[in-house]
């Protein structure tokens, strides 16, 4: 079955850095897209990074352009989100996901918490 399992996140002070990373099985994940996605508390689930399958097409939501790097290693089934210059606001659990056979698949999520 398909498996989604994050890591790396904890208490971090603003402006510092953090690497999360999603360890994936169950299906040909050199064939899939990944995204990362975050839920503030009180906050709907948004998006925030986008990985095409080999890695040669990137997006990101605005709020973290310049600031975070999504990235990913098939040899590993693997992909990761660094996260620089963090900011209160980017506070959150954060979720990588696919689609596979028309179905969503969610991680159970990492923590984030930027704080002083």
């Known amino acids: 079955q398909v498996q989604l399992v994050e890591s790396g996140g904890g208490l971090v002070q603003p402006g510092g850095s953090l690497r999360l990373s999603c360890a994936a099985s169950g299906f040909i994940f050199s064939a899939y897209v990944m995204r990362w996605y975050r839920q503030a508390p009180g906050k709907e689930r948004e998006f925030v990074a986008y990985?095409?399958?080999?890695?040669?097409?990137?997006d990101y939501a605005d709020s973290v352009k310049g600031r975070f790097t999504i990235s990913r290693d098939n040899a590993k089934n693997t992909v990761y989100l660094q996260m620089s210059s963090l900011k209160p606001e980017d506070t959150a659990v954060y979720f990588c996901?696919?689609?596979?056979?028309?179905?969503?698949?969610w991680g159970q999520g990492t923590q984030v918490t930027v704080s002083s």
């Open positions: 990985i095409s399958s080999g890695s040669s097409r990137t």
């Open positions: 996901t696919t689609i596979y056979l028309n179905h969503d698949y």
